[in-house]
C-alpha cells in the first residue's frame, strides 16, 4: 500500500479503513489536523512524509 514516502488520496483512505479508524481518529493517533486529513483523502494535498510514516507504522502494528 505503501511506495516509499508518499500515499495517494486512495491509499491513505484505503489504510485508514483497515485501520478501522475514523478521520478523527487517525488525526489523533497521528497528530494531525482533520482538515489536513481530509485534504489528503481528496487529493487536494500530499501526505507528508512524517504522516506517511506514522500512518505506515500504525499498519505495521496491527499487523503484529
Do not use: P, Y
Not at 500500500?1 to 485508514?16: D, F, P, S, W, Y
Not at 507528508?48 to 499498519?59: E, G, P, S, V, Y
Amino acid at each position: 500500500i505503501l511506495n516509499g514516502v508518499c500515499m495517494t488520496a486512495q491509499e491513505i483512505k484505503e489504510a485508514r479503513k483497515k485501520l478501522g479508524l475514523t478521520q478523527q481518529e487517525l488525526v489523533e493517533a497521528i497528530g494531525g489536523n482533520l482538515s489536513t486529513l481530509r485534504h489528503w483523502e481528496q487529493g487536494v494535498h500530499k501526505i507528508n512524509k512524517f504522516a506517511a510514516d506514522a500512518i505506515k507504522q500504525l499498519l505495521e502494528q496491527k499487523r503484529s
